[in-house]
């Protein structure tokens, strides 16, 4: 199991020393991954500065530690995408991707990925997830966010809905069920930099 560690833009309670806690967490865990962490613009989150000077530190932790981020953008994709360009972070995924073309298009430059969970199962399916249709699919990656963004008909999501994401993939590509799953696996290797058969 590979974890993630990382303060979350809509925590309400910033602990004293978090940023050191945080480092001895990944230290003392060389497989985690920092996240998920990021930017979130609704109204009502935790103001904006604090939360972007937050982000960067975690970013810069990972650049230090040669570690995966998982990131969480609500709002922000104006703000995070340069602030990822500006920091060299390239070993990144933006989770339960959302957006237009374009945003996706420019994260994929920066050698990102992009995570569809279970709003893939929705009726009618949203809008912004049609670039997983056109995207390359090594590029994608898939989760649950258990147990928020349940697959259709739950009311809470559990991490073994994956299943159901991957094939809700697969319905969107015209593929098997198995072909999504042999390439995401590959995919979600290449990000934590591991091989799961061992
Ligand atoms: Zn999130």
Not at 89 to 114: C, K, P, Q, T
Not at 136 to 151: M, N, Q, S, Y
Request: hydrophobic fraction near 45%; include cysteine; glycine fraction near 8%.
């Amino acid at each position: 199991m590979h974890r993630a560690y990382g303060l979350h833009p809509l925590s309400a309670v910033v602990p004293n020393e978090w940023l050191s806690s945080l480092n001895q967490y990944l230290t003392a865990d060389p497989s985690a991954a920092i996240g998920e962490i990021g930017l979130d613009f609704r109204r009502g989150s935790p103001e904006t500065s604090g939360q972007i000077e937050r982000c960067r530190q975690q970013l810069e932790l990972a650049l230090t530690l040669d570690r995966p981020v998982i990131l969480h953008a609500v709002k922000a994709h104006h703000v995070l995408y340069p602030l990822l360009k500006e920091m060299g972070i390239h070993r990144f995924m933006v989770h339960a991707f959302n957006g237009s073309a374009d945003v996706a298009e420019r994260y994929l430059d920066l050698g990102g990925w992009l995570s569809l969970g279970g709003m893939a199962t929705w009726h009618p399916v949203p809008k912004g997830l049609s670039v997983f249709a056109q995207m390359p699919l090594d590029r994608v990656l898939l989760e649950t966010d258990a147990p928020d963004l349940p697959i259709q008909g739950k009311d809470a999501g559990e991490p073994s809905d994956l299943p159901e994401v991957g094939h809700a993939l697969a319905v969107l590509r015209g593929l098997s069920d198995q072909a999504v799953a042999q390439q995401t696996r590959r995919n979600a290797e290449a990000f934590f930099g591991v091989d799961f058969a061992l």
